[in-house]
């Protein structure tokens, strides 16, 4: 699985989030089966608010560009994606936006097209997150990103952890395994 370069984040900046967490446990699995993986922390890139009349008067943001060129170097992304209002956090928004920017001599969407996403949401409700997977799966199709079939979701995140950030739950756990091992193998095959 030497061609697998996993970019991992959550979309959310707040240091508790249990999406984080999710994350962290997802990467853990991708590296298991022999993925190089780099874990990010989207707090570590804080951004403006994506606004053209910016980007117009003081070009791309310092951030957005090592942002930018992190996805242009790898070629598979776990996002967990908190759920705000049924949708994606604004963060993670904002962070696709700046990044979808097309620099001069680059094409269209230049670090989204040929990516592969794994997809998966944390949240203290029942549903686990599911309504904003809906939209983050559309916005990422939308931009040349093939996107998984299957997703994770996590709900009753506030016993769903081990105080070592763990995963309680074997069968869940079992899932987010099989998750991990099906990115690593639908990346290594298209980018032989």
Do not use: C
Not at 50 to 76: R, S, W
Not at 157 to 176: C, I, M, P, W, Y
């Amino acid at each position: 699985m030497r061609n697998a370069r996993i970019l991992a984040f959550a979309g959310s900046t707040r240091k508790a989030s249990f999406n984080k967490k999710l994350v962290a446990v997802a990467a853990k699995s991708v590296e298991a089966v022999g993925a190089q993986v780099t874990l990010i922390d989207l707090a570590d890139f804080p951004l403006p608010i994506f606004d053209e009349d910016y980007e117009a008067e003081y070009g791309m943001p310092e951030n957005a560009t090592k942002l930018k060129q992190l996805f242009i170097d790898h070629n598979g992304l776990l996002i967990a994606s908190p759920e705000y209002n049924s949708s994606v956090s604004a963060v993670l928004k904002n962070t696709i936006d700046w990044i979808s920017r097309r620099a001069a001599g680059e094409p269209m969407k230049a670090a989204f097209l040929g990516k592969t996403a794994a997809i998966m949401a944390a949240s203290p409700g029942g549903l686990g997150g599911i309504r904003g997977l809906v939209h983050l799966r559309s916005i990422l199709q939308n931009i040349g990103v093939l996107v998984m079939p299957d997703q994770i979701t996590l709900s009753e995140t506030h016993s769903a952890f081990s105080d070592n950030g763990a995963l309680n739950n074997e069968r869940k756990q079992a899932s987010v395994d099989a998750f991990a091992k099906e990115l690593v193998e639908t990346v290594q095959k298209l980018n032989a």
